[in-house]
């Protein structure tokens, strides 16, 4: 059921049956997952309807597995403006009094992004206007529910919530209180913040828990608290996290884009269309809660809806004909070109990144023919030694997925909840299973990895450096030596 693991530099090969290469091509998202053992790491995640199809999706699935591997040192970043539950008790609350809208033309860079990414990540409460203490505005870690086993977060751990509101040149009167609680449990109120700074920006805050025995219920982040006067506008609400103090491992998993029938181009659009700043704020986010080096793996999955695209390609190497093997793969390439500007632009150390290509799941209706996409995809992997791609396909058949009955029905086009689970261990199970050290892929640790490791040595190429420290030197030669010899199981 697994795929054989080839090397980043190696060729894809193609499968007899047109469904493509028959190898797993993940070494890169290999090591940087394996890091999760010794330090953070963040997965973002990019795809169609699949990504939050009816509250779970890979969001969910990804969070689930990669949980099963290492515990969730923090939820997924979640914006103000979202009500989406992402399918393991933790999702926003977001009610009529605060939209994602009506924001001032000089806030644009923090809540105006495009559409679909990062779904509607703040909320706007109009100047003068009033929000009753305790109105559902914010964050619910639901404690207790029957999902919420599946997180792996810690919720009776320390934990520091931490949040993102614009500020104004000038807000009279304006003037909200956070507040965290739990019913018939704890409560820490914010002290009061006035967004009218003098400037238009962004500013931070948080509010720390400490560590207890939970009851089984909600715990609520409230951007209006409730044992706080009225919150009063404007009040520009951005972004709210959760994080688990005592948890200096581990992983977690936000996602960026996830829009029903989108194509890879759609999101590549999506994405030039965005400002830059907007990217960007979302990204620090998400590195903060890091130590250095940062490492953040960035999930693609497009392809399933690809081949009703009817505009060309947007990326590098185009234009080409729409729904051609050529154009999935420069729009995929597109989609990576303006998430590698967005480090360029923040300054970012491109060793930071790595990315996992994914191609789709298998059908229940027969693909279009000449489908290749799958093979294309994996092509891409030679344009640099940080990508990634795994073959869904080669995981699990459509007479295997049947069988286990992981299709929604009846179009198939989706999954249940348990398929999306099931892939996702697949798809992290043959990544992190793979052999440690083997820098070429060829299924043993010999002289040829030592060559490619002393070649590396002094750089921070990411194939080389074992230990994800951010550089080749001779504590990674030191953990190759140990496995020398060593053959994929």
Known sequence: MFGVVVAATAPASAGDDGQGPTTANTLPAQFLLLSGESRRIDVVCLGDSNQLFSGFGWQDGWAVALGEVYPMYATPLLGAGDNNDIGIALNTMA?????????????????????????TPYGYLTTGAMVTPGTDLGMRLSVGNSKWFKNNFNANSALRFHFNYGTFDTAPGAVFQPQVSQPAGFSVLHSPIIPGVGAFGLGASFIDVPAAVRNSNIIRFHWFGEDAPS???????????????????????????????????????????????????????????????????????????????????????????????????????????????????????????????????ARLSAEPAGYGYRQAISEITQDASNISFINHYRLATVAQMLADRWYEFPSGAHLKELGYESICRLEIGTITQALPSDLNGDCIVDTADLGLLIGAFGSSDPIADLNGDNVVDTADLGILIVHFGAVCP
């Open 231 to 361: 919150g009063v506008g404007p009040v520009h609400a951005l972004y709210m996290r959760a994080e688990n103090l005592d948890q200096s491992t581990g992983q977690s998993v936000s996602t960026l884009y996830g829009v029903g029938g989108a194509t890879a181009r759609d999101c590549a659009i999506a994405l030039m269309q965005t400002p830059e700043t907007q990217l960007i704020t979302f990204f620090e986010q998400i590195r903060m809660l890091q130590p250095d080096p940062k490492k953040v793996l960035i999930r693609i999955a497009f392809g399933a809806n690809d081949f009703t695209e009817n505009l060309p390609s947007v990326g590098p190497d185009g234009p080409f004909p729409a729904a051609t093997n050529e154009s999935v793969a420069d729009n995929m390439r597109e989609i990576i070109q303006q998430i590698n500007d967005v480090w360029t632009f923040a300054g970012w150390d491109h060793s930071e990144l790595v990315f996992l290509l994914v191609g789709p799941h």
């Open 95 to 119: 009610g009529a009094s605060m939209p994602p809208s009506g924001a001032p033309l000089e806030l644009t860079p923090f809540s105006d992004p495009a559409q679909g990414i990062d779904a």
